[in-house]
């Protein structure tokens, strides 16, 4: 009972540290995206890469731009890691291979930070610097430009514009990234997280075995990772390792910064479409799903039923004493629910109700809160599907914000929500029908298939964190996940810049008695309810097969 009541204080503790910062962020974040002025180091920018700042682009060239961007961050990151040997500061590591580097190279370019190597032993400082960190950086921003020039779809009319790629990136990444990421690991690092150039010591443990621990500039990373939804960690073992997570205080810290722009890009879309309580209603909607999903999840690890849990009071296996069950289940849900995918407790050895709750988490989208950007641009696509659901019920042109749902929109709609599942469900059937796939696994039976559904839904999610337990470095997987993680980001992309594209280019249409209140707790309902009963058609099955097999054993 204590463990229960310290973890409802824990999350109690993070709401309303979320509801202290939603205002002054958000509008601190509206102010960035619709501002006109252009500071001195963003103008040398735009010069040094010839972008006119103030020339605003249709959703086509919106779309060209994120992806021509993206592509060059691949290129460049894949070649980083094929010629470490050669950098500064490569500790003497070798070259990362092909399959692995384009894997990898894939992974941070797309927000999602699979890392199917072990950090300390395979990346050098510069890598990790001027490849990883900065992808943390740049994906999160271009993440934050899509949900923005969605958000402009349903502010503006009657135009073609979506604002400039260029310039939202170049924003969202020196106004809004840099200066919390900051003061964060300036906190992380009072907090015990490491921030050095060394190349680490060898200690000897109790049982008298000598280990290298590796030093290297973690606190700057640890803070992005985080704040940017990344996920990708400084260490093997993540946010479980010391040097990345040394407290329970940094701990709570590091699940804030996972949900802090999330949240606050409600009220930014509030502001810049003129109306505060339609943030307030996509919050709601992302709050009730994630309250929700943490208590299962905290539930599912304090009270499963089995000699050793019952024993102990809860399920600790691999679970850091310093955390406890009831604040790593907090975490697991928090990075699940977003496309973070760090991890601070070991996701294989949860019970199988509660490692269930962290696929579902994915499989819902990671729209509550979601990830930096992707969350709200998420949500807004499923919001779209309701009041279209909803105009089928009354039998009238459904409408939202003052945009007419017509077959054009509901299509790219559709597109965008069918892109996950049938990347999830046709990697997973490859995988456990090939011998190649089925030769790193591990495990058999229910919790084999689990390990290799939740790979393919943390990659086509974006999302990164793994279940363990499934040998992932091998050219069949780097090559399959890789591809996941590249379809699972970009098509949804181009497909929520076509919607916005054909919004902005129509008129406003008054609000009158047949218009379905978006602002209101019946909407926040059904939403939830379409959220959930999408999902539940789409995954309950293949569910069935592996972690409610398991869990109902």
């Known amino acids: 009972m204590g463990t229960t009541v310290a973890g409802m204080c824990f999350v109690a503790s993070l709401v309303l540290a979320l509801a ?64 470490q040997d050669r950098l500064l500061l490569s500790l003497g590591f070798k070259p990362v291979k092909p399959d692995q580097a384009w894997n990898t190279a894939v992974s941070f370019v797309t927000n999602t930070n699979w890392q199917s190597y072990s950090g300390e032993s395979t990346m050098g400082h510069l890598v990790q610097m001027a490849g990883l960190a900065v992808q943390n950086f740049v994906s999160a921003a271009v993440g934050m430009c899509v949900a923005i020039a969605l ?8 135009t073609e514009h979506l604002g400039n790629f260029w310039v939202d990136l170049t924003r969202g990444t020196l106004r809004i990234l840099l200066p919390i990421a900051f003061v964060g690991a300036l906190a992380l690092v009072a907090g015990g997280v490491i921030q050095n150039f060394g190349d680490g ?115 600790t296996e691999g679970v850091e004493s310093r955390f406890g069950v009831a604040n790593s ?5 928090a990075t699940t629910l977003t496309s973070t995918g760090a991890v601070n407790s070991f996701h294989d050895s949860y019970t199988g109700l509660g490692g269930m709750m962290t696929m579902v988490n994915m499989m819902l989208g990671e729209v509550a809160p979601g990830g930096v950007g992707s969350g709200l641009y998420g949500m807004l696509v499923l919001a ?53 796939g089925r030769a790193g696994m591990l495990n058999s039976g229910a919790h084999g ?18 279940f363990a337990g499934l040998t992932a470095n091998t050219v069949w997987y780097d090559t399959a996940l890789g591809l996941c993680m590249a379809f699972g980001r970009f098509l949804p992309i181009v497909f929520v810049l076509a919607l916005a594209g054909s919004l902005v280019r129509q008129g406003r249409t008054p609000a009158s008695d047949g218009t379905l209140p978006t602002h209101r707790p019946q909407f926040v309902g059904m939403v939830t309810g379409v959220t959930v009963v999408l999902v539940a058609l789409t995954f309950l099955p293949a569910l069935a097969l592996g972690p409610l097999a398991e869990g109902l054993h």
Not at 52 to 78: C, H, I, N
Not at 151 to 158: I, P, Q
Not at 450 to 465: D, I, K, P, Q, R
């Open 20 to 83: 202290v910062v939603y205002r002054p962020l958000g509008d601190h974040m509206h102010r960035v995206y619709d501002g006109r002025r252009h500071s001195r180091v963003e103008r040398v920018l735009y010069r040094l890469v010839g972008v006119k700042p103030d020339a605003e682009q249709t959703w086509g060239v919106y779309a060209r731009s994120v992806l021509a961007f993206s592509v060059v961050g691949v290129l460049f990151l894949y070649l980083l890691q094929r010629v």
């Open 151 to 158: 958000v402009r779809g349903f502010a503006r009319k009657r």
């Open 201 to 315: 010591h060898t200690a000897t443990t109790l049982a008298g075995v000598e280990q290298r621990l590796t030093g290297g500039p973690v606190a700057s990373q640890e803070v992005i990772k985080e704040l940017g939804t990344n996920g990708g960690g400084f260490y093997n073992a993540n946010s479980a390792h010391p040097y990345e997570n040394g407290t329970a205080w940094t701990n709570w810290l590091e699940i804030f910064l996972i949900l802090l722009i999330p949240v606050a890009l409600c009220r930014t879309f509030g502001r810049m479409v003129g109306q505060d309580r339609q943030g307030y209603a996509i919050v709601a909607v992302m709050g009730t799903i994630a309250l929700t999903s943490t208590a299962l999840t905290m539930t599912f690890q304090l009270m499963h039923h089995g000699t050793v849990p019952m024993a102990v009071g809860a399920a």
């Open 329 to 333: 289940a907090t975490f697991a849900a």
């Open 384 to 436: 779209v599907i309701t009041v279209f659901v909803a105009g089928l019920m009354v039998g009238r042109t459904p409408e939202y914000l003052g945009k007419k749902i017509g077959s054009r929109e509901i299509k790219f709609a559709a597109c965008y929500f069918l892109v996950t599942p049938i990347l999830v469900l046709t990697g997973t059937a490859a995988a456990v029908a090939t011998e190649s």
């Open 449 to 466: 298939f689990s390990e290799v559904l939740y790979a393919f839904t943390s990659a086509s999610n974006n999302n990164g964190s793994a």
